[in-house]
């Protein structure tokens, strides 16, 4: 009787784009939106599987026009992104976001 890991073999490798978006989310997205260190008392929404749902936390489409918006205009309490991220790693952040954050 083995004792293999859960999944290992379910989920394709991320592609060079995905892997690049995934990076910028640990970077840019996942101490609130992960691990809230900034003690915020709204916690700020999970989005592993956003792209899964019809609809973003807000409400909106979840649409990559509706998180392309929230991240650079900024949504209640989190800042708006405008000129911190290039057109290509918005597209990369994007790409990850559609993996469901594997």
């Known amino acids: 009787m083995g004792i293999g890991l859960v999944g290992c073999h379910s989920a394709p490798a991320l592609t060079p784009q995905e892997a690049a978006g ?3 989310y640990q970077v840019r997205c996942a101490h609130c939106h992960e691990d809230n260190d900034l003690a915020l008392k709204k916690v700020p929404p999970d ?3 956003v792209f899964a749902r019809k609809t973003l936390p807000s ?3 979840a649409t990559d026009a509706a998180v392309r918006q ?3 205009a900024g949504k209640g309490m989190m800042p708006g992104f405008t000129g911190r991220f290039t057109e290509e790693q918005m597209a990369a952040l994007l790409a990850y976001l559609h993996t ?3």
């Open 22 to 24: 995934k990076h910028l």
């Open 100 to 102: 469901g954050l594997r």
């Open 59 to 61: 409400g909106a489409p």
């Open 47 to 49: 989005l592993h599987g």
């Open 70 to 72: 929230n991240v650079l």
